[in-house]
């Protein structure tokens, strides 16, 4: 499987069947907040990046497996691809199985991107900042992405998808998750309307270290501010340590042995989908068996000291 990975495990979506149709790391946006590191090809050119056929093939191969979401999302910016419609509707028509997308909504103030997600099950675009200098030190949009469009883009999309309509808020510590910072969010979120407002906080090692999470009793507190009161979906329960979730821990403990990996290393010496690899190290660090180290500003996954043995 090169595009479709999965069923993994997500606290809002249950068993989530991802579907990745941009290559790594190709993005609307270079946040400083990313597990997956920093962006390497930051654009707002929407193409085929992927072949489409194939998508829909590995979608296909994959219902066997009964997910209970086929999301659209991956390791970049899903809205980038030009076929987006398409892919949606090819979905439909092969399986009752609702149909997500993640997106950042960097690109929902261009028509056509929101003409292609009309009939999506659930949008869940995300806002994380509630200003113009904010956004560009949170985010780092391309050139062209601007607040004002982003904030358009997200009231706009409201009215034209008819599914449900979830808005992430990402809070940072000492940065976005002050009072004033959250007050400015939540205006606009009563702006947006969407069905649910969810927020979340970093979890995992990040893009950049500046980066800090939000402790779980202060954004049970911030989720207050918003009206109606936001959720809380920061996932500081580790849903992915569920049995099934745990079929390749022995292989990353054994790459790891040998060196130390980012997460796109581990995802291609052994031939996964970074987002998979994300939830089996996050289990593995909550088992305190591997632990990060930092080498030129980016993250390494290490086995931990006291788990070092010999293959």
Same mark, same amino acid.
């Given at each position: 499987?090169?595009?479709?990975?999965?069923?993994?495990?997500?606290?809002?979506?249950?068993?989530?069947?991802?579907?990745?149709?941009?290559?790594?790391?190709?993005? #609307?946006?270079?946040?400083?907040?990313?597990?997956?590191?920093?962006?390497?090809?930051?654009?707002?050119?929407?193409?085929?990046?992927?072949?489409?056929?194939?998508? !829909?093939?590995?979608?296909?191969?994959? =219902?066997?497996?009964?997910?209970?979401?086929?999301?659209?999302?991956?390791?970049?910016? *899903?809205?980038?691809?030009?076929? =987006?419609?398409?892919?949606?509707?090819?979905?439909?028509?092969?399986?009752?199985?609702?149909?997500?997308? !993640?997106?950042?909504?960097?690109?929902?103030?261009?028509?056509?991107?929101?003409?292609?997600?009309?009939?999506?099950?659930?949008?869940?675009?995300?806002?994380?900042?509630?200003?113009?200098?904010?956004?560009?030190?949170?985010?780092? *949009?391309?050139?062209?992405?601007?607040?004002?469009?982003?904030?358009?883009?997200?009231?706009?999309?409201?009215?034209?998808?008819?599914?449900?309509?979830?808005?992430?808020?990402?809070?940072?510590?000492?940065?976005?998750?002050?009072?004033?910072?959250?007050?400015? =969010?939540?205006?606009?979120?009563?702006?947006?309307?969407?069905?649910?407002?969810?927020?979340?906080?970093?979890?995992?090692?990040?893009?950049?270290?500046?980066? #800090?999470?939000?402790?779980?009793?202060?954004?049970?507190?911030?989720?207050?501010?918003?009206?109606?009161?936001?959720?809380?979906?920061?996932?500081?329960?580790?849903?992915?340590?569920?049995?099934?979730?745990?079929?390749?821990?022995?292989?990353?403990?054994?790459?790891?042995?040998?060196?130390?990996?980012?997460?796109?290393?581990?995802?291609?010496?052994?031939?996964?989908?970074?987002?998979?690899?994300?939830?089996?190290?996050?289990?593995?660090?909550?088992?305190?068996?591997?632990? #990060?180290?930092? #080498?030129?500003?980016?993250?390494?996954?290490?086995?931990?000291?006291?788990?070092?043995?010999?293959?």
């Amino acid at each position: 499987m090169s595009y479709v990975f999965g069923p993994v495990p997500s606290r809002r979506l249950g068993r989530s069947l991802g579907v990745d149709v941009v290559p790594f790391k190709t993005c #609307t946006y270079d946040c400083i907040y990313c597990q997956l590191g920093r962006t390497t090809c930051k654009t707002i050119e929407r193409k085929e990046w992927v072949p489409f056929e194939d998508v !829909l093939d590995e979608v296909k191969v994959k =219902l066997s497996k009964r997910p209970d979401y086929i999301t659209l999302s991956g390791s970049g910016e *899903p809205t980038l691809f030009s076929r =987006l419609s398409d892919l949606i509707d090819g979905i439909k028509r092969i399986t009752n199985i609702p149909v997500a997308l !993640l997106t950042n909504g960097s690109l929902l103030w261009i028509p056509e991107v929101r003409a292609a997600i009309q009939n999506l099950d659930l949008l869940i675009p995300s806002l994380d900042a509630g200003d113009e200098a904010m956004f560009r030190r949170v985010n780092r *949009p391309h050139e062209a992405v601007s607040f004002d469009r982003l904030i358009d883009g997200l009231v706009a999309s409201r009215e034209a998808c008819r599914g449900q309509y979830w808005l992430e808020v990402f809070l940072l510590a000492g940065c976005t998750a002050d009072d004033a910072g959250v007050k400015k =969010l939540a205006q606009y979120a009563g702006l947006i309307k969407p069905d649910r407002i969810q927020i979340n906080t970093v979890t995992r090692p990040p893009a950049d270290r500046s980066a #800090t999470g939000v402790s779980p009793e202060r954004l049970a507190e911030l989720a207050g501010v918003f009206d109606p009161p936001a959720e809380v979906v920061a996932d500081y329960h580790h849903v992915h340590e569920q049995v099934q979730f745990s079929v390749s821990r022995d292989e990353i403990l054994s790459l790891l042995r040998r060196r130390p990996c980012s997460i796109d290393g581990i995802a291609q010496g052994l031939g996964m989908h970074p987002n998979e690899v994300v939830k089996y190290v996050e289990a593995l660090q909550a088992e305190r068996l591997v632990e #990060t180290t930092w #080498t030129s500003g980016k993250c390494y996954y290490k086995v931990a000291d006291r788990n070092k043995r010999a293959d």
